[in-house]
């Protein structure tokens, strides 16, 4: 992939550049995430138990991790310059298949192997392409291609795992076994993916642009965020019926807890967590990048899927034009409601402590409100459940509104303050674009 040749039509990659954003093209390849998302839930959706979440969290890691790669080459390279669009088109392409065939992935053995050997299939080439980016992006750099090359055998070995999880369990006799044998591969899988990032450590790692590192992170947690949204309106049944007094309240304490869960992460943690990843250099940049984002965005996000899970099965009891809003939940939706917004914050509190070195007592407090909320909740009408924990939400963000009036009017400013001066340089640089006294490089 040099000058020659069809990538010399293309042009060149480029580098990512310390002051760098999240480009469009990044943002196309996030939507397939959302495809990916929506899968996930909807599957579990339509069979909640406990082993259907277990495989739920399972394909959610392993496509996490292969996100989480996908932001070390995007902490690199361009995905929008030269030739990478082309390579990352094919990784999308491969995503999509791979969310497609996953409701076949851990079916009761019986629709055969052709479902599950695509999922590996998809897997192996969303690997090769991330590992050809960034042996590209690394050429020249001996430390960094060293750490590339420690992650080969683990490419090597999850893949041979997820290809033994596809066709071993259909031959074993004992249909009970050949589904755990299944599982443990995955459980596997995950284990090796995460465990080989934090063995690998953080010699020959480089975050760039720590700007683009967190908008990366942050807008896949919105992506996530709003498919909760599109899964409740979906699976609860608001969408395509007609408005009923019931679903009106259901659809309103929906978007408010939502809403309520991003101003949490968005209004004060992030955009302060996002200095501090600017502050950091070197190793504890790489370290703080990785542990705070790559590994703990994930159980957030696992949060998001786990409340959507229950605020739809919640949404779809109050529609019912059979029960009303009277009705009591039906089956593990209060649990899965609560302890997925316990689990979104909890794991905040985590990204918190890591980035600012803080714990704040209000989470604690949600938390604990959460729990109690738990236990009543399941004695309440549907709609009294999903309005308690929206109260729950809604009173956490107006708390720390005004027990941190200063602190936020403070970060507020600093990060309006840098917001005007980089609008004001980009405006001036158009300015004298325009006049022709500075053009761009050839």
């Known amino acids: 992939m040099g000058r020659d040749g069809w990538g010399k039509g293309l042009g060149p990659a480029m580098p990512v550049a310390p002051a760098a954003r999240v480009d469009k093209f990044e943002v196309f390849f996030d939507l397939v995430f959302v495809v990916s998302f929506f ?99 690394t050429r020249g750099n001996p430390p960094a ?47 090796i993916q995460y465990a080989s990032g934090l063995l690998a450590g953080t010699d020959g790692w480089q975050i760039t642009s720590a700007e683009h590192w967190t908008e990366r992170y942050d807008l896949i947690l919105i992506i996530a965020l709003g498919e909760s949204v599109i899964s409740v309106g979906v699976g609860g049944n608001l969408i395509g019926k007609p408005v009923t007094w019931p679903a009106i309240p259901a659809a309103i304490f929906g978007i408010l807890f ?50 959507a899970l229950g605020a739809e099965e919640l949404v779809r009891t109050i529609t019912d034009p059979a029960g009303g809003v009277t009705e009591r939940p039906h089956g593990p939706a209060v649990l899965l409601l609560f302890a ?54 809604i009173a956490l963000v107006a708390i720390e509104l005004v027990m941190m009036a200063d602190s936020r009017a403070a970060l507020r400013r600093a990060v309006y303050e840098e917001k005007a001066s980089h609008e004001a340089s980009e405006a001036a640089f158009r300015a004298r674009w325009h006049d022709g006294s500075e053009q761009p490089a050839e």
């Open 39 to 137: 899968i996930i839930t909807r599957a579990t959706a339509a069979n909640v138990t406990p082993r259907e979440l277990l495989h739920a969290m399972l394909v959610l890691a392993v496509l996490w991790w292969c996100w989480v790669v996908h932001s070390a080459v995007a902490s690199r390279l361009r995905l929008g310059e030269g030739f990478v669009p082309v390579l990352m088109v094919i990784g999308m392409v491969a995503l999509f298949t791979f969310a497609l065939a996953l409701p076949q992935t851990f079916g009761t053995l019986r629709e055969g192997t052709a479902g599950p050997i695509l999922v590996t299939v998809s897997y192996m080439v969303i690997r090769a392409v991330h590992i050809a980016l960034y042996a590209y992006a």
């Open 145 to 191: 291609r060293r750490t590339l090359w420690k992650f080969v055998p683990e490419v090597l070995i999850t893949t041979c795992l997820l290809l033994v999880a596809a066709v071993l369990p259909p031959e074993i006799g004992d249909r009970d076994l050949g589904l755990w044998v299944r599982d443990g591969l995955w459980i596997a899988v995950v284990v």
């Open 258 to 307: 939502t809403a309520a869960l991003w101003w949490a992460h968005f209004d004060m943690i992030g955009p302060a967590a996002r200095i501090a990843l600017h502050a950091a250099e070197g190793r504890p940049r790489v370290a703080m990048a990785r542990d705070a984002y790559a590994y703990l965005y994930l159980p957030m996000i696992a949060g998001v899927i786990l409340f």
């Open 340 to 393: 997925g917004v316990m689990l979104y914050l909890a794991a905040d509190m985590g990204f918190q402590l890591r980035t600012l070195r803080t714990v704040s007592w209000t989470r604690v407090a949600a938390l604990a409100a959460l729990a109690a909320g738990l236990s009543v909740g399941g004695h309440l009408p549907a709609l009294g459940a999903l309005g308690l924990l929206t109260a729950i939400c």
